[in-house]
């Protein structure tokens, strides 16, 4: 008879369960990407409670706050108090790493009119921006003051960040 040549895992396994290594390996693949989307899944629920964390801590009234992650977008609904909270809290989500994109579904309780959204390039300070909105470098506080408590210093802006500019009367 003789020595016959077979390829070792290509066939069902005749003790065990029976599947071929391929299918082993399928179904070890289904789920491994099971498990990744799960793991993913936990991971946009954690940024979302971090988001709406951060935005109680920065004492940024919204009623019923609720800010839900899907990869590098990132929705938000409730009440804001007024409209620079609002503009305040797409902020705060906006400039955060991972999130390209914000879906702002609030409203707002008081109204006023909308502010600008200036991003930030290399070479800008809040005075170049002044004079761009305002023409007059000096009203740099005024853009400070609309970007509080975000940030904390007229001198630590960055590129690629949005800022918040105010109507001005």
């Known amino acids: 008879m003789g020595l016959f040549s077979f390829i070792k895992d290509a066939g069902a396994k005749v003790f065990g369960i029976g599947k071929t290594s391929a299918e082993e390996a399928a179904e070890?693949?289904?789920?491994?990407?099971?498990?990744?989307?799960?793991?993913?899944?936990r991971i946009e629920e954690a940024a979302a409670r971090n988001l709406e964390e951060t935005i109680n801590d920065l004492q940024l009234q919204v009623e019923n706050l609720k800010v839900f992650?899907?990869?590098?977008?990132?929705?938000?609904?409730?009440m804001a108090y007024d409209q620079?909270?609002?503009e305040k809290v797409i902020l705060v989500v906006g400039n955060?790493?991972?999130?390209a994109t914000v879906d702002d579904q609030m409203t707002v309780e008081?109204?006023?009119p909308e502010?600008?959204?200036?991003t930030v390039v290399s070479g800008d300070t809040l005075g170049k921006i002044a004079k761009k909105y305002y023409g007059n470098a000096m009203k740099y506080p005024v853009?400070?003051?609309?970007?509080?408590?975000?940030?904390?210093d007229p001198d630590k802006i960055y590129p690629g960040q949005v800022l918040r500019i105010p109507h001005m009367d």
């Open 115 to 118: 502010a600008q959204f200036h």
């Open 84 to 86: 620079a909270t609002r």
């Open 110 to 112: 008081h109204t006023e």
């Open 143 to 152: 853009i400070f003051e609309a970007n509080k408590p975000m940030l904390k």
């Open 69 to 78: 992650v899907d990869d590098d977008m990132a929705r938000i609904s409730g």
């Open 28 to 41: 070890a693949k289904a789920a491994a990407n099971a498990k990744a989307a799960a793991d993913e899944l």
């Open 96 to 99: 955060t790493s991972g999130i």
